[in-house]
């Protein structure tokens, strides 16, 4: 027998729980930059901090991937030496690379700025798709992607009147990040028609989370993470489960109830909670300049991606 149908009422609840799911992560992630600014201004190194967020994902990845090959057998036979030496890499690259550039900007511009940079990444993944991977050009997004980072160029330009130290490094790196990720993308997403999508995940990420604890063992001592104090592993802690963690399953969880599509929708809010949370947290400025600029960041994106859809649409 067939479930019945739901009810308004009910299909309104369903619709619901998904966007509050989607929202509560898009804002989880957007705490990701207040932790480390919090954590820079106690003293904690660049790369004991992305150690002490991959300590704290290493675990819960690493329990999800043995229980995959454990409970799927088959996906062993797809993980031969070749498949599974491209996964590392790959997610060398988008958890560690792109990771370790977007750690080191933060050490040298806003948590609120640094949001917005990072929001832009589509238009790499775009730039690269046509470059590399063979994606046609839809010149129907640009329109977008120019008021974006005009959007950047606004609050870049106030940054460098008021505190111009460090702002084209820090700018550099942010890109960087967002330049590897759009690479990370784009092989990830051949990568999962492979391996699926949980599979990968854990793979990449656990082979990030093991590069970056080697790292800081080689930077700082083998027993560096183990002599920290509790301040510098609150802020390891909340890094890894408030702002890692806990959002890709929030995240993953929204969008099997409203979309994918919906659950984009609800990224336009990341760098409007940075930007408040920075603001009351950090102490950071936020002028009419940020304003303006935020807002044209977002609308840039919005209409970035819904013309991006219309393209696929049309295909």
Request: aromatic share 10%; with cysteine; hydrophobic share 55%.
């Amino acid at each position: 027998m067939s479930a019945p149908p739901l009810s308004p009422a009910a299909s309104t609840r369903f619709d619901t729980t998904g966007y509050a799911l989607a929202i509560g992560g898009a804002i989880l992630f957007s705490t990701k930059g207040i932790f480390i600014k919090l954590a820079y201004a106690h003293g904690v190194a660049t790369e004991t901090l992305l150690a002490l967020r991959m300590a704290v994902a290493l675990p819960v990845y690493a329990v999800i991937l043995i229980a995959l090959l454990v409970r799927k057998p088959g996906m062993r036979a797809n993980l031969t030496l070749p498949v599974l030496a491209a996964t590392m890499l790959i997610g060398l690259l988008g958890y560690y690379v792109s990771s370790y550039l977007d750690f080191l900007g933060l050490q040298y511009v806003t948590a609120q700025y640094e949001r917005l940079v990072l929001f832009t990444y589509p238009f790499f993944v775009l730039v690269l798709g046509v470059a590399f991977f063979g994606d046609r050009m839809a010149w129907s997004v640009v329109p977008g992607m120019v008021i974006s980072y005009l959007g950047i160029a606004l609050i870049f330009g106030w940054n460098l009147v008021t505190e111009p130290v460090g702002l084209l490094t820090g700018t550099a790196l942010v890109m960087a990040a967002a330049l590897t990720f759009a690479l990370y993308q784009h092989l990830a997403k051949r990568q999962m028609l492979t391996l699926g999508s949980g599979l990968f995940t854990c793979v990449g990420m656990s082979t990030a989370a093991l590069a970056a604890i080697t790292q800081d063992a080689v930077v700082h001592g083998p027993g560096n993470l183990a002599g920290l104090d509790g301040e510098t592993l609150a802020y390891g802690l909340a890094l890894g489960i408030l702002g890692t963690v806990l959002p890709s399953f929030l995240m993953n969880a929204g969008m099997a109830r409203v979309g994918a599509r919906a659950t984009a929708s609800t990224a336009g809010l990341g760098p409007v909670v940075t930007a408040v949370i920075a603001v009351l947290v950090l102490g950071e400025a936020f002028t009419i300049f940020h304003a303006i600029g935020t807002a044209m960041v977002i609308a840039g994106i919005t209409l970035f991606s819904r013309a991006e859809r219309r393209v696929k649409a049309s295909a």
